[in-house]
């Protein structure tokens, strides 16, 4: 009998699969808004709407929005309407703006309208109130310009004379896959209820343009910049600063409204020649007053949360690591002015990845790595033990509190099933919501593999194996090492997809070796400064272990990896000739050369010494390698720069190349793709070339070029 089909037998199937990406919260529990993504017509991107599903998991899912720029990022007012960034066309803006702006969908029903026209749009929403219609916006101004006015008309002076030329005077230059600056990122605070939507505003407004229009024309020339800035609409709540001449203190700021939406609190960036420390400070939301409240050198505060009735807040607090070793995220409360800080959950050896406190403020719900999965816990207040609130093998979330019960909705995913809602009750018991994104059918199986270091540390993983493996007939197999590295294989990612791999017949090796997270600041210390020590034996040790099976073929492996997973796999590379075929994304080679290079050199010069730096640089031992490379590397990868892809190759041809200048390695090249591979087309691309490189040095099946390479 055939193996019932499976989205991932085919890769058109597969990258058309809608997506969920993020939910919301209704103020009153009874509704999660998911944003959803799903394929273009041409397949070259997806496109992203928002859905409504009950909370409770009854019902139907219903569209709620739908236009060709796609809808992101939603948020609840305190009245229940819908805010959402969109670049999709505003009747009454600019014919040619493609900026995304703040859209609001009323809850009492009807059309949804913009809320901001700023020239350089909306960045996103940084934090909305429970009891006030007050919004805080992150949205950028170019750093000449000191009025909304002024901002449009600069903007619109660089866009007729075609400048895109950058002047700095800090550091960095450019974060992951885009360049920073010229304009600089701004919290800007915004009354979405002083929005004018009346015939009798929108009239006025227009006779507002036209008196500035007609000034405009008799300034002469010499006045260009002042005729081009035409005012802000009245029609629209106008935004306030809160934080005027940023510089690059806002970039990836977090931040937390009190329910009156009186106080912002923020962690902000305080530079430190190439790098910066992380701080907390307050706003007032009506005079923009700033108030210091948690700043130290070599210390960073993080992600805080404002307590349900405004009194207290939550943040992390960690000490930057060095050489010597990591250290711990450790959570703090305080009260909303700063005063009385405390750590609690000392104990806690696991790092939150996100805070919200619980409904009563007595507690704070957490997300963190946990032994291969992201589980939900509670940190009491009083000093009592955390208590671990989901038991499967699930990692959970954008987990958001029913303020009305103290039950938690959010997403969670595993390896075998994508990101889906699901509701969990006080004794945790989760219930799945239903979603316009249903689950596809997994091929194969999962299950946990481990095994003991020769330091005695347990080193566990999954092992997914696809239909049909066993004794008689076992599988190839692949050992995927994750990036980070401080990371761990628990989560679904829709960039690396194993299932497309079991579909194929390989078994595949998803191992947290020592640097991953969910095992404790001990196992993460076991790597550290030395990447290529115990990181490395720990994945040989777990292949090993997975290579005893009867139904894994150990003469037929292949290893993979991305990021500093492509690190360990060029490591593995020089190491050993035990694998038939390597593949190396995005990965890091010299790291002399890396660490200078990339978006965040200060980071990775600080946790190394001068000397690791060199020991466990994997360029050193290219003339070792004796197991074919495919190597892959974008060029707007600023993250691991595609210098570290091209000396690789470089270096590759010049000790292993023939006569003719032919190696056994290969090199896939995208110019217009990130540290990941993102574009729907690219990707296809990326697994055909993949996988046609595993058959031919794996499964001894003659090469194949895909058809859109040439």
């Given at each position: 009998?055939?193996?019932?089909?499976?989205?991932?037998?085919?890769?058109?199937?597969?990258?058309?699969?809608?997506?969920?990406?993020?939910?919301?919260?209704?103020?009153?529990g009874?509704?999660?808004?998911?944003?959803?993504?799903?394929?273009?017509?041409?397949?070259?991107?997806?496109?992203?709407?928002?859905?409504?599903v009950?909370?409770?998991?009854?019902?139907?899912?219903?569209?709620?929005?739908?236009?060709?720029?796609?809808?992101?990022?939603?948020?609840?007012?305190?009245?229940?309407?819908?805010?959402?960034?969109?670049?999709?066309?505003?009747?009454?803006?600019?014919?040619?703006?493609?900026?995304?702006?703040?859209?609001?969908?009323?809850?009492?029903?009807?059309?949804?309208?913009?809320?901001?026209?700023?020239?350089?749009?909306?960045?996103?929403?940084?934090?909305?109130?429970?009891?006030a219609?007050?919004?805080?916006?992150?949205?950028?101004?170019?750093?000449?310009?000191?009025?909304?006015?002024?901002?449009?008309?600069?903007?619109?002076?660089?866009?007729?004379?075609?400048?895109?030329?950058?002047?700095?005077?800090?550091?960095?230059?450019?974060?992951?896959?885009?360049?920073?600056?010229?304009?600089?990122?701004?919290?800007?605070?915004?009354?979405?209820?002083?929005?004018?939507?009346?015939?009798?505003?929108?009239?006025?407004?227009?006779?507002?343009?036209?008196?500035?229009?007609?000034?405009?024309?008799?300034?002469?020339?010499?006045?260009?910049?002042?005729?081009?800035?035409?005012?802000?609409?009245?029609?629209l709540?106008?935004?306030?600063?809160?934080?005027?001449?940023?510089?690059?203190?806002?970039?990836?700021?977090?931040?937390?409204?009190?329910?009156?939406?009186?106080?912002?609190?923020?962690?902000?960036?305080?530079?430190?020649?190439?790098?910066?420390?992380?701080?907390?400070?307050?706003?007032?939301?009506?005079?923009?007053?700033?108030?210091?409240?948690?700043?130290?050198?070599?210390?960073?505060?993080?992600?805080?949360?404002?307590?349900?009735?405004?009194?207290?807040?939550?943040?992390?607090?960690?000490a930057?690591?060095?050489?010597?070793?990591?250290?711990?995220?450790?959570?703090?409360?305080?009260?909303?002015?700063?005063?009385?800080?405390?750590?609690?959950?000392?104990?806690?050896?696991?790092?939150?990845?996100?805070?919200?406190?619980d409904?009563?403020?007595?507690?704070?719900?957490?997300?963190?790595?946990?032994?291969?999965?992201?589980?939900?816990?509670?940190?009491?207040?009083?000093?009592?033990a955390?208590?671990?609130?989901?038991?499967?093998?699930?990692?959970?979330?954008?987990?958001?509190?029913?303020?009305?019960?103290?039950?938690?909705?959010?997403l969670?995913?595993?390896?075998?099933?994508?990101?889906?809602?699901?509701?969990?009750?006080?004794?945790?018991?989760?219930?799945?919501?239903?979603t316009?994104?249903?689950?596809?059918?997994?091929?194969?199986?999962?299950?946990e593999?481990?095994?003991?270091?020769?330091?005695?540390?347990?080193?566990?993983?999954?092992?997914?194996?696809?239909?049909?493996?066993?004794?008689?007939?076992?599988?190839?197999?692949?050992?995927?090492?994750?990036?980070?590295?401080?990371?761990?294989?628990?989560?679904?990612?829709?960039?690396?997809?194993p299932?497309l791999?079991?579909?194929?017949?390989?078994?595949?090796?998803?191992?947290?070796?020592?640097?991953?997270?969910?095992?404790?600041?001990?196992?993460?210390?076991?790597?550290?400064?030395?990447?290529?020590?115990?990181?490395?034996?720990?994945?040989?040790?777990?292949?090993?272990?997975?290579?005893?099976?009867?139904?894994?073929?150990?003469t037929?492996?292949?290893?993979?990896?991305?990021?500093?997973?492509?690190?360990?796999?060029?490591?593995?590379?020089?190491?050993?000739?035990?694998?038939?075929?390597?593949?190396?994304?995005?990965s890091?080679?010299?790291?002399?050369?890396?660490a200078?290079?990339?978006?965040?050199?200060?980071?990775?010069?600080?946790?190394?010494?001068?000397?690791?730096?060199?020991?466990?640089?994997?360029?050193?031992?290219?003339?070792?390698?004796?197991?074919?490379?495919?190597?892959?590397?974008?060029?707007?990868?600023?993250?691991?720069?595609?210098?570290?892809?091209?000396?690789?190759?470089?270096?590759?041809?010049?000790?292993?190349?023939?006569?003719?200048?032919?190696?056994?390695?290969?090199?896939?090249?995208?110019?217009?793709?990130?540290?990941?591979?993102?574009?729907?087309?690219?990707?296809?691309?990326?697994?055909?070339?993949?996988?046609?490189?595993?058959?031919?040095?794996?499964?001894?099946?003659?090469?194949?070029?895909?058809?859109?390479?040439?």
């Amino acid at each position: 009998m055939a193996t019932p089909s499976t989205p991932f037998d085919s890769l058109i199937d597969y990258i058309a699969l809608p997506r969920v990406e993020a939910l919301a919260l209704s103020p009153d529990g009874t509704t999660a808004v998911l944003t959803v993504a799903v394929l273009t017509k041409d397949a070259t991107g997806y496109e992203r709407a928002l859905w409504a599903v009950r909370a409770d998991g009854s019902g139907s899912p219903r569209r709620l929005t739908r236009s060709a720029k796609g809808e992101a990022g939603a948020a609840f007012t305190a009245g229940g309407d819908i805010l959402f960034v969109s670049a999709r066309p505003d009747t009454e803006g600019e014919a040619d703006d493609e900026s995304g702006q703040l859209w609001l969908l009323p809850a009492a029903g009807g059309e949804a309208r913009a809320v901001t026209r700023l020239a350089g749009g909306v960045d996103g929403i940084a934090a909305t109130a429970a009891a006030a219609d007050r919004v805080v916006l992150a949205a950028s101004l170019l750093s000449a310009a000191d009025t909304l006015e002024a901002d449009a008309a600069l903007r619109a002076k660089r866009k007729e004379k075609k400048v895109s030329a950058i002047l700095h005077d800090t550091y960095p230059v450019r974060f992951w896959d885009h360049d920073l600056g010229p304009d600089q990122p701004h919290l800007f605070a915004l009354d979405v209820d002083a929005l004018e939507d009346t015939i009798a505003a929108a009239v006025a407004e227009e006779a507002a343009e036209s008196a500035s229009e007609g000034e405009g024309a008799s300034e002469g020339a010499g006045e260009a910049a002042k005729s081009d800035a035409k005012p802000y609409p009245s029609t629209l709540p106008r935004p306030r600063d809160l934080t005027p001449a940023p510089g690059r203190s806002f970039d990836h700021a977090e931040a937390a409204l009190t329910p009156d939406a009186s106080v912002l609190v923020v962690s902000l960036e305080q530079r430190e020649q190439r790098g910066g420390r992380r701080a907390i400070v307050s706003i007032d939301t009506a005079t923009g007053a700033r108030t210091p409240l948690f700043d130290e050198v070599d210390v960073d505060f993080e992600m805080p949360v404002v307590s349900h009735d405004g009194t207290r807040i939550a943040y992390l607090r960690t000490a930057k690591s060095t050489p010597v070793g990591p250290t711990d995220y450790e959570v703090w409360v305080a009260g909303i002015d700063g005063s009385q800080p405390r750590r609690i959950a000392a104990e806690w050896d696991r790092w939150a990845s996100s805070l919200a406190f619980d409904v009563d403020d007595d507690a704070l719900i957490a997300t963190a790595d946990d032994n291969g999965r992201g589980p939900v816990f509670r940190l009491p207040l009083d000093g009592g033990a955390p208590v671990r609130l989901t038991d499967d093998d699930f990692t959970y979330t954008h987990v958001a509190v029913d303020r009305t019960n103290g039950d938690l909705v959010a997403l969670r995913s595993s390896w075998v099933v994508p990101s889906h809602p699901v509701r969990i009750a006080r004794d945790g018991s989760v219930t799945p919501l239903v979603t316009p994104a249903a689950a596809p059918a997994a091929p194969g199986t999962i299950t946990e593999v481990e095994t003991t270091a020769e330091d005695g540390a347990r080193v566990r993983g999954w092992l997914l194996l696809p239909e049909g493996a066993s004794a008689q007939a076992p599988a190839p197999l692949l050992l995927w090492i994750h990036g980070g590295p401080l990371n761990s294989w628990n989560a679904w990612s829709w960039r690396w997809a194993p299932l497309l791999a079991v579909a194929r017949g390989y078994a595949v090796l998803l191992p947290d070796p020592a640097l991953s997270t969910g095992y404790g600041l001990d196992f993460i210390a076991r790597g550290w400064n030395s990447w290529g020590a115990k990181p490395y034996t720990d994945l040989l040790a777990i292949t090993d272990a997975a290579e005893a099976r009867d139904d894994i073929d150990a003469t037929r492996t292949a290893a993979m990896g991305g990021s500093f997973g492509g690190y360990m796999a060029n490591w593995v590379a020089g190491h050993t000739d035990r694998f038939r075929a390597i593949v190396t994304h995005a990965s890091l080679w010299a790291l002399d050369q890396f660490a200078g290079t990339t978006d965040s050199s200060e980071y990775w010069q600080r946790i190394f010494t001068p000397e690791a730096m060199v020991e466990h640089s994997p360029h050193r031992f290219v003339r070792d390698i004796r197991t074919p490379l495919l190597v892959v590397h974008g060029d707007k990868d600023y993250r691991v720069p595609v210098g570290e892809g091209l000396r690789l190759w470089s270096e590759l041809a010049e000790h292993h190349a023939d006569a003719d200048g032919r190696t056994p390695h290969r090199f896939l090249y995208f110019p217009d793709e990130n540290h990941w591979v993102l574009k729907p087309q690219h990707a296809i691309v990326w697994y055909e070339t993949v996988f046609a490189f595993l058959a031919e040095h794996v499964l001894g099946e003659e090469p194949v070029r895909p058809e859109l390479l040439g």
